[in-house]
């Protein structure tokens, strides 16, 4: 349903022109929750914020449900803007606003009657959860309270997508995992479809369908959560993956000089989670195994984990021993 071809937005300054989104293609279906990672300065922003339009393309096509966004004139795009909500990672409150009054504002824009501006916000109230909170001021709110007012603001015209710039980054665990939940909620209730920025592995990974790893204005890599994680193909995604496995698991940061024999990060999923892959190696290539690290982790519909091992044999018994895990499945990194 948003389909997204040969997007490119240049910026000029100076009399230089540059390139912050350079010829990205992607599609996302209805229902979906679609992440993009990268490294800061990578373009994401200016990719979302190009899909309603706060940033105008420069050249490149945005098809969302047939319409193409890009041929809408100024004053079609202000009404198809209601079918595409936006959160923030500060929140953009209305800080003179009540709750009632925040969630209320894109209906008084659209005109709607009194009477039905009341009953959607107290509906919306319900929908976050917050409706003891409809007459206090945001600067009483924890930030993840704020957040879920942010998003009954953005959900208040019914839009069929939530683009969110980086909306968990600012919170607290407990909050990310609150917010994190009413996203859930809104694709299972309502079939939004969900774009999201995200640095937070654990986010992303809890949340995502899909993501699309940037670098310098380009989509290196996109694939399934489970499937990017575990095997990353590119050198980039690779490295960014494993500085944000860093952060979240620092017993990671194993010194392999420690070590005699290889040391290999195995990453397994759910085809290959089961199998007693690591007790065929030891009893049938006679090495042994060390435990140094591991992690597992659920989604909803699969699981995939990874070990950092030590295995101990001859070069021949590894060789075998590694030959063998491949086959099994196992996606295997040499770390020494
Ligand atoms: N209005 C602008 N004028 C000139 N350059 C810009 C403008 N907006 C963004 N850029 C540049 O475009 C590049 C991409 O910026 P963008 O904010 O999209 O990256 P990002 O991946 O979202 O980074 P971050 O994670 O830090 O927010 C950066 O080099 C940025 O300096």
New binding site residues.
């Given amino acids: 349903m948003i389909e997204v071809s040969h997007l490119v937005k240049e ?1 000029s ?1 100076d009399g230089k022109v ?1 390139r ?1 989104v350079d010829d990205v293609s992607f599609q996302v279906k209805k229902g979906e929750i679609y992440g993009i990672i ?10 979302v914020r190009c899909l309603n339009r706060l940033e105008e393309p420069t050249s490149g096509k945005i098809v969302i449900d047939g319409v193409d966004m890009v041929a809408l004139s100024k004053k079609e795009l202000l009404n198809q803007r209601k079918d595409i909500g936006m959160i923030f990672q500060h929140f953009n409150l209305f800080l003179q606003k009540t709750v009632y009054d925040n969630i209320a504002y894109p209906l008084e824009i659209q005109k709607w009657p009194k009477e039905k501006i009341q009953a959607r916000v107290e509906e919306l109230l319900d929908f976050i959860d917050l409706k003891d909170k409809r007459g206090v001021y945001p600067s009483s709110l924890s930030g993840g309270q704020k957040q879920r007012v942010a998003i009954a603001r953005a959900l208040a015209t019914s839009p069929k997508i939530l683009l969110s710039d ?1 909306g968990t980054s600012a919170l607290d665990p407990i909050n990310t995992r609150m917010v994190v939940e009413t996203l859930k909620k809104t694709v299972k209730d309502l079939n939004t479809t969900i774009i999201m ?1 995200t ?1 937070q592995m654990e986010v992303a990974k809890d949340i995502c369908d899909r993501i699309a790893v ?1 670098e310098n ?1 380009k989509i290196i890599e996109e694939n399934t959560v489970e499937e990017l994680f575990r095997a990353p193909k590119t050198k980039q995604t690779q490295k960014f993956i494993s500085s944000l496995r860093e952060s979240d698991n620092p017993d990671q940061n194993i010194d392999l000089t420690k070590y005699k024999g290889r040391v290999l990060r195995l990453s397994y999923d759910d085809q290959t989670v089961d199998q007693p892959i690591l007790s065929r190696c030891i009893k049938d290539y006679q090495v042994d195994v060390n435990l140094l690290s591991g992690n597992m982790n659920r989604l909803d519909v699969k699981d995939f984990g990874y070990m950092i091992v030590e295995v101990l044999g001859s070069d021949q018994q590894v060789d075998q021993a590694l030959a063998f895990m491949k086959e099994k499945g196992v996606y295997v990194e040499v770390l020494k």
């Fill in positions: 910026f300054n540059f912050a990268g490294l800061s300065g990578a373009g994401k922003s200016t990719l980086e920025i640095h940037m204005g």
